[in-house]
């Protein structure tokens, strides 16, 4: 059960929790977020090492041959479905892997599943880095993929549970924020490894062994969350563990809320299974709202620079060094404008920053498209002041990402679902966002080379519908509690409510 944080069934009966926030709780919140560190190393790392001479050579010589080749289109160099596989098939693992995970969370606990997400990755790792062949590198890949679905299943949900509830987001965000550190991260190693010959790209895969460790050694010290103690019958465990991160023996109130609520949200699971009742008209709203949040995040197009910035930039005429240094740059936007994102989530909400970020993402990648259109044709040498200003688009649109639809993507569905089926629900946006990042991933280079410069207004006509999505269909959740979003946001949604029986009806109108 995700999030067993304090609840109470009613506002009414609402107590305020006593307790510190303690360093317990940072530290094991920090360590958790390791798991972030893992899965933004994973995407920053590919599009570098899949921009490295010594990789092609040895992995995919036909994309070296092109890429090398005097004439070649500018836009189709990289394409090649075994290249997109190297980035994609960590996702596709990691979305079947989200379905195990969510068992794996609710019967083991989010610790355990944290370190075994840990010994996936440092397997995967060590396979990648040690690949004498493409088998090889794919199976690496696939175990790294493992890593990410029961790490990006567990480490939320850790972080919602041992939070107090008043700096939740900020805790939850801290997930996120350990994302870009990761890219940022894999984009500075690729930028140093990719001068090292032969083995740079070995020594910049075999980097993810760092993060790796950390998360193991860390998993070993962390407490597991009072939730998932007291929802697997460990109650005074639950107890001793909710006094030590609270920080007092005064934690009553609070431990009666998780047991009560794990006792609801197993006697509901006992009456119907949460993916069942997921499928409910009343479980719509939340269900909607947290794929549909995965799916336009990643057609905002950001993974499209993510993965592959250094073979963009090469497309557009930089050189080897300048594109891996501007995937540095890039990164480094993403990590600051996160931090953004913590401090103005709930001052001044989430629609206000998920529309204002649709504007800038809109102009940036209008821009980005028209000049290429102009200026980047399939056979020119495109110019460097060109490249550059791309570059700089290409911040303002990453910038306006990081505080808006990167965290809220994360956040969003991890406080909209009621307790009895936030884990299934969580699961869902897991594997829609690993879905759509494998999709991408393995589609977008080849899609670049079918639609050149039109790649870019195909992302923008995406905006276009997410804003619309947002402005009819998402509602304002900042400062609801978490417990009273029913009745407080969903119930009185203009086109939600029709999810919900009304008091003087017998059935759900089963209309939304
Ligand atoms: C997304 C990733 C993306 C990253 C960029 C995350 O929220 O899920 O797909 O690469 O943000 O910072």
């Known amino acids: 059960m995700a999030g067993g944080f304090a609840v109470s069934k009613s506002g009414a009966d609402r107590r305020e929790f006593k307790g510190k926030i303690t360093w317990y709780v940072w530290i094991c919140g920090i360590i958790a977020a390791t798991s972030g560190l893992m899965f933004g190393y994973d995407i920053g790392i590919s599009g570098g090492v899949t921009a490295m001479d010594d990789f092609l050579l040895l992995f995919f010589p036909s994309v070296y041959v092109r890429k090398h080749r005097a004439k070649e289109n ?73 890593g990410v679905g029961f790490g990006n299943q567990a480490a939320p949900l850790f972080l919602s549970e041992i939070a107090p509830a008043h700096i939740r987001g900020a805790l939850n965000i801290l997930f996120q924020l350990n994302v870009t550190i990761g890219i940022l991260l894999a984009s500075i190693v690729n930028y140093f490894a990719s001068r090292v010959h032969p083995l740079g790209w070995r020594y910049a895969l075999g980097g ?49 809320e998780i047991r009560a609520a794990c006792d609801l949200a197993r006697a509901l699971r006992e009456e119907e299974k949460p993916y069942r009742r997921l499928m409910r008209p009343e479980s719509r709203p939340p269900l909607v709202i947290a794929v549909a949040m995965q799916v336009f995040q990643q057609f905002t197009g950001i993974n499209a620079i993510m993965f592959y910035a250094p073979v963009l ?86 910038s306006s990402f990081a505080w808006s639809w990167g965290p809220l993507g994360w956040l969003i569905p991890s406080e909209t679902f009621p307790l009895e089926t936030r884990t299934a629900g969580f699961s869902f946006a897991v594997s829609s966002n690993m879905l759509f990042t494998f999709l991408i991933a393995q589609a977008f280079l080849s899609m670049m080379c079918s639609m050149h410069a039109f790649i870019f207004f195909f992302f923008a006509v995406w905006i276009v519908a997410m804003a619309t999505f947002v402005l009819a269909l998402l509602p304002e959740t900042k400062g609801v509690p978490i417990d009273e979003m029913v009745d407080r946001v969903w119930r009185r949604h203009w086109f939600w409510k029709r999810c919900f029986a009304n008091a003087d009806e017998a059935r759900v109108n089963d209309n939304c």
């Open 74 to 146: 500018n836009y189709c160099k990289f394409d090649d479905q075994r290249l997109q596989l190297f980035t994609s098939s960590l996702y596709l693992a990691a979305l079947v892997a989200s379905f195990a995970a969510s068992r794996a969370c609710t019967q083991f606990g989010r610790k355990r599943t944290m370190q075994a997400a840990s010994v996936f990755f440092l397997g995967g790792t060590a396979l990648c880095a040690f690949a004498t062949n493409l088998p090889m590198l794919i199976v690496g890949r696939v175990c790294l993929g493992v």
């Open 208 to 256: 993810a062994a760092v993060p790796a460790a950390a998360l193991f050694l860390g998993s070993l010290v962390i407490t597991e969350t009072p939730t998932s103690l007291v929802e697997r019958g460990r109650d005074d465990a639950g107890r001793r563990t909710l006094e030590k991160i609270r920080g007092t023996a005064d934690v009553d109130a609070e431990f009666e």
């Open 313 to 398: 930039f090469q497309t557009m005429g930089l050189g080897t060094d300048s594109s891996l240094l501007s995937a540095v740059v890039t990164g480094g936007v993403n990590v600051v404008s996160t931090v953004v994102s913590i401090i103005l989530v709930d001052k001044v909400g989430r629609r206000k920053l998920l529309l204002e970020a649709c504007v800038q993402m809109l102009v940036a990648q209008t821009a980005v498209g028209g000049i290429m259109l102009v200026h980047v044709r399939a056979d020119n040498e495109p110019s460097r002041s060109w490249a550059v200003a791309i570059v700089v688009l290409i911040c303002v649109y990453v």
